[in-house]
């Protein structure tokens, strides 16, 4: 997620266990699988040992190997072949230390939050600590002023978003906005206007291959429009960080 208009590079903190592999290696397999499932090259990137698709979405080995299975077309609002599972209940999002000790982050957090359980999902959100948790999410803090997550693996949210403390200097629901969307990804939604990054970024060509990989979403729109989903990849300065009639569609069909 990235400001409209910016011309931004990924940066955050974000490492790939390798469980003693050469990242090196488990890189060229995650990269060899996006292609497969429909990615164009020049949509992925390594940053600091990790794999990057669409500019915020980190995408695991385990998640990649995930992806390898036929499509079902794509349109405005669309998922990753992977969700969160039904055992999944209620996501815990634990800040750190640091991404607390930013006021605006920490209340784009609680709104956040709020937008997804006031959709009366089949899985709620908290913020942590706290008990009862199925699945958790680390909320960590890093430069720059968008965010970065991931997509769903084995049935689980992605575990960590990262935010940039830049957003400190936008407005609360600029913070909310972003926070919104990268938790959007991290339960399996991919970016409403992949085919045409200009329609939020004002520059920017597509992000996948239209028909490969991504999995639309009955009830959406077939086109993006500015403004019209959180999900978009650039966030507008003047957003108020609420879902859209049509991300509304699409979190309750999906969960």
């Known amino acids: 997620m990235f400001k409209r208009a910016a011309a931004l590079v990924v940066s955050c903190g974000a490492v790939l266990a390798g469980c003693g592999t ?9 990269i060899s699988n996006l292609v497969e499932a429909g990615f164009p090259a020049d949509d992925i990137r390594v940053v600091e ?18 992806m390898l299975q036929p499509g079902e077309g794509s349109a ?17 999002v634990n800040p750190t ?15 956040a939050l709020a937008n997804y359980n006031a959709l009366g999902l089949r899985i709620t959100f908290a913020r942590g600590p ?19 997550a991931g997509f769903p693996s ?17 407005s609360v629901d600029v913070n909310e906005h972003v926070i919104t969307h990268e938790l959007g990804h ?30 639309h979403i009955p009830g959406t729109p077939t086109t993006a429009t500015l403004g019209g989903s ?18 509304i569609t699409a979190l309750q069909y999906l969960y």
């Open 76 to 92: 405005e609002h669309y998922r990753n072949a992977n969700l969160v599972g039904t055992s999944v209940t209620k996501i815990c």
């Open 97 to 111: 230390s640091m991404f607390s000790s930013y006021t605006r982050l920490s209340e784009g957090l609680d709104l």
């Open 154 to 170: 084995g049935g689980y949210p992605y575990g960590t978003i990262n935010i940039g403390t830049g957003l400190q200097s936008y």
């Open 130 to 148: 706290t008990t009862g948790c199925t699945a958790n999410i680390t909320a960590q803090a890093t430069t720059g002023t968008g965010g970065t």
């Open 186 to 215: 991290a339960i399996g939604l991919h970016h409403s206007d992949y085919y045409d990054r200009s329609i939020s970024c004002g520059t920017g060509g597509s992000e996948v291959f239209p028909g490969l990989g991504p999995v």
């Open 22 to 30: 050469d990242p090196r290696i488990e890189n060229q397999e995650i």
């Open 230 to 247: 959180i999900m978009n990849t650039c966030f507008p300065g003047n957003t108020t960080g609420e879902f859209t009639s049509s991300d």
């Open 49 to 66: 040992e990790a794999v990057y698709v669409g500019r915020d979405a980190h995408v695991t080995l385990e998640a990649s190997r995930e």
